[in-house]
């Protein structure tokens, strides 16, 4: 990592990357700066098709990262492993909650009801640290246009703990995301044609309505509208999705 954090600028970018296309970017990153040290976190959701067929055509092996939170919708899990066919991937990892945690502070699965933040926490966020000890660097599929704290989403952040994450979609239109679906014939999320446009975890997503945000099925009428894997915390503490959250980095 030493020398990817010369190239670091005081603003959070690479000057090295400044006016560099997304495929050319991510393959300098992916073969030169983080060669066997790089995952992809994905959701396997209504747009990840888009990220994990770019990463694909660089390295299919590049290191999959999926987040099987025991809550998911199984048109999700169908997904996950119809476009794992598709784009050819050969490292898809499907990591779970760690089961003696749940026995304790979920152990009747309806925690999402009484603590939102605190599932999060225990089937997402801690859960993904753990997949990501050994990589310098990680790769989100996050956009300005889902809104909320994302609009200011910078393209490459440095976090608190050393890593690198990336977001290479971050500017990126929706009509540009729906343009790339189709150009190279990739399937859609089997929830798709139901309205849903953002989807997690079943019990806390619902399908949106004409003119309504994409990500407003997500945790609708909570106040809450991230997870918290991308927000800042304290190391050990459940600091996610409330009002006034700022990203990490």
């Given at each position: 990592m030493?020398?990817?954090l010369a190239?670091w600028?005081?603003?959070?970018?690479?000057r090295?990357?400044?006016?560099w296309?997304v495929q050319?970017?991510?393959?300098?990153?992916?073969?030169r700066?983080f060669p066997?040290?790089i995952?992809?976190?994905?959701?396997f959701?209504t747009e990840?098709?888009?990220?994990?067929?770019?990463?694909?055509?660089i390295?299919p092996?590049?290191p999959?990262?999926?987040?099987?939170?025991?809550?998911?919708?199984?048109?999700?899990?169908?997904?996950?492993?119809?476009?794992?066919?598709?784009?050819?991937l050969?490292?898809?990892r499907?990591v779970?909650?760690?089961?003696r945690?749940?026995?304790?502070?979920?152990?009747?699965?309806?925690?999402?009801q009484?603590?939102?933040?605190?599932c999060?926490?225990?089937?997402?966020?801690?859960?993904?640290d753990?997949?990501?000890v050994?990589?310098?660097?990680?790769i989100t599929?996050r956009?300005?246009?889902?809104?909320?704290?994302?609009v200011?989403?910078?393209?490459?952040?440095?976090?608190?703990?050393?890593?690198?994450?990336?977001?290479?979609?971050?500017t990126?239109?929706?009509?540009?995301l729906?343009?790339?679906i189709?150009?190279?014939?990739?399937?859609?999320?089997?929830?798709?044609?139901?309205?849903?446009r953002?989807?997690?975890?079943?019990?806390?997503?619902?399908a949106v309505?004409?003119?309504?945000?994409?990500?407003?099925?997500?945790?609708a009428?909570?106040?809450?509208?991230?997870?918290?894997?991308?927000?800042?915390?304290q190391p050990?503490?459940?600091q996610?999705?409330?009002?006034?959250?700022?990203l990490?980095?």
């Open positions: 030493t020398q990817l190239d600028a005081p603003n959070g970018t690479f090295d990357y400044d006016g296309d050319a970017m991510m393959e300098d990153l992916i073969r700066a066997d040290r995952a992809l976190v994905s959701s959701g990840s098709a888009v990220l994990l067929h770019l990463v694909a055509a390295d092996g590049v999959v990262i999926f987040l099987d939170t025991g809550k998911l919708f199984p048109e999700t899990l169908r997904y996950r492993d119809m476009l794992a066919e598709k784009c050819r050969r490292d898809v499907s779970r909650p760690n089961a945690t749940l026995a304790a502070a979920d152990f009747n699965g309806t925690l999402w009484s603590d939102p933040d605190q999060c926490w225990h089937r997402k966020v801690e859960p993904l753990e997949a990501l050994g990589f310098d660097a990680w599929g956009k300005r246009v889902q809104g909320g704290i994302r200011g989403l910078p393209i490459i952040e440095h976090e608190p703990d050393g890593k690198i994450k990336l977001n290479p979609l971050a990126w239109s929706t009509e540009q729906q343009r790339y189709a150009e190279h014939d990739l399937p859609r999320h089997p929830l798709w044609d139901r309205g849903f953002s989807i997690g975890c079943a019990p806390c997503t619902r309505a004409p003119g309504e945000d994409a990500r407003a099925g997500r945790w009428g909570l106040g809450k509208s991230e997870c918290g894997i991308h927000l800042a915390r050990g503490l459940p996610i999705g409330i009002a006034g959250a700022t990490d980095g």
